[in-house]
Each structure stands twice: as C-alpha cells, then as structure tokens.
C-alpha cells in the first residue's frame, strides 16, 4: 500500500518561499498511471487543488497559482516536492501530497486516492 509522508519548515515569511517534500513508499513514483499532487487546505475552508506531477514527469498547476508553483521530483530518492513563491498571509494551511491513478483537480478523497497525513504550515514574519 502506498504511504506518502509530507515534510518541511512549518513556518515561512511573507514573501519567501515555502518548500516542502513528499515521501512516496509502497510505490515508485514513476509508476504507470499515477499522479501525484499537491492539496492544500486552509482553516475553515475546503481542499485546494494546487497542482501534480505525473509519472512521466509531466506537470499541471492550478490556473491561479501557477505563475508561483512549481513541482519536481527525484525518483533516485522517491520524492516529489513542492515550491510556492512570495507566500501571503492568506496562505496558512495544510498541506498535502496525494496519489491519483489518474488526473484529478477536484482535492478529493476517495477509494483509488491515497493521501499523507498533511503538514501545516504557517505563514508569518
């Protein structure tokens, strides 16, 4: 079974950029059919689909943060990973790496998804 585990700083400043890195086991990254994306969800307020990484190192981004996302990979370690330019105060949130057999926008969990615990992060100076 799949297990993803996120991790990172879980404080950054205004303006900076947030890194983080998922940890794929159970499963290659580079594995037919699968995609591996990035969520986050702030409080109070419902998943965000930030964007995803394809086995085949294709990348998507979410339209509205795509000028300030990139998403990478290491497949020599199984890792994707995560940067987020000029970060805002409206950023706070957890953040989570999910796999999908396929591409999904919608941030949702499901029977064929699965998804790390999360790790929040704050945004603050």
């Known amino acids: 079974q799949v297990q993803l585990q996120e991790s990172g700083p879980g404080l950054v400043k205004p303006s900076q950029t947030l890194s983080l890195t998922c940890t794929v086991s159970?499963?290659?990254?580079?594995?037919?059919?699968?995609?591996w994306t990035w969520i986050r969800q702030p409080p109070g307020k419902g998943p965000e689909w930030m964007g995803a990484?394809?086995?085949?190192?294709?990348?998507f981004y979410s339209p509205s943060l795509k000028s300030r996302t990139s998403i990478s990979r290491d497949t020599s370690k199984n890792q994707v990973a995560l940067q987020l330019s000029s970060v805002t105060p409206e950023a706070p949130a957890v953040y989570s790496c999910?796999?999908?057999?396929?591409?999904?926008?919608?941030?949702?969990?499901?029977?064929?998804?699965?998804w790390g615990q999360g790790t929040p992060v704050t945004v603050s100076s």
């Open positions: 159970g499963a290659s990254i580079t594995t037919s059919d699968s995609y």
């Open positions: 999910a796999s999908y057999p396929r591409l999904s926008t919608r941030a949702q969990r499901g029977p064929d998804a699965s």
């Open positions: 990484i394809s086995n085949r190192g294709s990348t």
